[in-house]
């Protein structure tokens, strides 16, 4: 059995534990983060990184390079229904599409740059209260820290060991992801998709299509779990709603690498517990339609570092709840309540004609359900 001692210990180093590791580092706080997978790996994500993500990553002092991954820029949204109406948007500002392949790696690369710790394959199984800080361990392992920071995603196996009580509550959605390349004889879709996230709404779900880096075209879905069962999704797709149909045509897959998740937990979960905190999806996620779990992630991140390195231990988990509170829950309620209406024909059509007529509603929504 291997033992490590740190100061702080990060349980997962996606987007928002690879941050937090990051910022840590930064100023010389010994941080071991670590992580069930192994860097790089697939994820499924839309992909959409909003523009709120540009000032994280210059705070961060990793914008330039960001932008050495060639990423792809989106300066417009596209809102199709099931019969065709649409809805253009401009974006509030330059919106990104990286792979999770790329962004992840390049986020523990960050930390790792920076004198963080970042251990791979290393799957938490408990945290235990010792004498002076918290005892996590995953089988052949364990690690003594003064302060141990949850980013370990919407849902985990240790949540439940935890018990916290959002994982009792079943989720019906499931989400799909694959990478495509438009097809050569499809070129005349190039226009209209590039520099465009676009979302088709249908009943029951909703499904991102947009252009990541190195030309790969992102194509993912939530959906409710009863319009996929048993059957194979891209065809469920594909013979459902003809402008999706349509766009789906002009794609071929990059490789046979489907990713699926299920029970994508939408509730408001707590963010601190006996000495534990929580930060991004696994302090609450936003609901993908917003397209802005990514920025969140990371900011959240960086507002925890900042917290940590300016606070008296024993404030730190009231301060934590409230500073989230008062940043996210308002947008975490209003995406889910927007992703749940317009998931609804009877919502969906009437609400693309009018947002068409109230541009500045329409504004006003995207500005309500980002920083
Ligand atoms: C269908 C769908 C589409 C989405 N589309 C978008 C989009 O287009 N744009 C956007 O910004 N956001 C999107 N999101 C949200 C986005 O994916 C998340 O908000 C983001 O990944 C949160 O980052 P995180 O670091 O909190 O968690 P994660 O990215 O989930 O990282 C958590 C890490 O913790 C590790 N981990 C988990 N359990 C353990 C354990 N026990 N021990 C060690 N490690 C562990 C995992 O391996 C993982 O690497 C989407 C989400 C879904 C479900």
């Known amino acids: 059995m291997s ?14 534990g690879a941050t937090l590791a990051a910022a840590l580092a930064e100023r010389g706080r010994e941080v071991v983060a670590l992580d069930r ?7 499924v994500c839309g992909e959409f990184l909003s523009p709120e993500v540009e000032d994280c990553l210059r705070r961060l002092g990793c914008l330039e390079r960001f932008h050495d991954l060639s990423p ?18 401009d974006l509030p500002a330059t919106a990104y599409g990286l792979t999770r392949r790329s962004l992840d790696a390049f986020l523990v690369d960050e ?13 938490v199984r408990s945290l235990e209260k010792v004498n002076g800080g918290v005892r996590a361990s995953w089988p052949g392992g364990e690690i003594l820290a003064s302060r141990v920071i949850l980013a370990h995603g919407r849902r985990s196996r240790l949540d439940r060991r935890l018990n916290r009580p959002y994982f009792s509550r079943r989720s019906p959605y499931v989400a799909f992801k694959q990478h495509f390349r438009l097809r050569d004889d499809a070129s005349d879709a190039l226009p209209s998709l590039r520099h465009t996230v676009e979302l088709h709404i249908f009943e029951g779900g909703y499904c991102g299509v947009s252009f990541a880096e190195d030309q790969i075209v992102n194509v993912c879905t939530m959906l409710h779990e009863d319009l996929v069962k048993g059957r194979e999704i891209w065809d469920v797709l594909g013979r459902g709603a003809a402008p999706l149909a349509h766009r789906l045509r002009s794609l071929r897959p990059v490789d046979d ?28 996620m936003i609901a993908p339609l917003a397209g802005d779990g990514q920025a969140m992630a990371i900011e959240s991140a960086l507002s925890l570092a900042s917290l940590l390195l300016s606070s008296r231990d024993d404030d730190l988990e009231s301060l934590w709840r409230r500073r989230w509170r008062r940043r996210y829950e308002a947008r975490i309620r209003l995406g889910r309540l927007l992703q749940e209406a317009m998931i609804r024909p009877a919502v969906t059509e009437p609400a693309l004609i009018a947002l068409n007529h109230m541009p500045r509603v329409t504004d006003a929504l995207v500005r309500l359900t980002r920083g």
């Open 111 to 123: 930390a790792r740059h920076r004198g963080a710790v970042v251990r791979e394959g290393t799957d």
């Open 3 to 16: 033992t490590l001692d740190a100061e702080f210990l990060i349980v997962g180093a996606g987007p928002a």
């Open 257 to 284: 690498e489907l990713l699926a998740i299920a029970q994508i937990p939408l509730a408001l979960k707590e963010r601190g517990r006996d000495g534990l905190l929580f930060v991004g999806d696994a302090a609450s």
């Open 72 to 89: 792809s820029t989106m300066t417009r949204a596209r809102l199709t229904s099931a019969s065709g109406r649409t809805l253009h948007l």
């Open 37 to 43: 997978d192994t860097f790089p790996r697939n994820k």
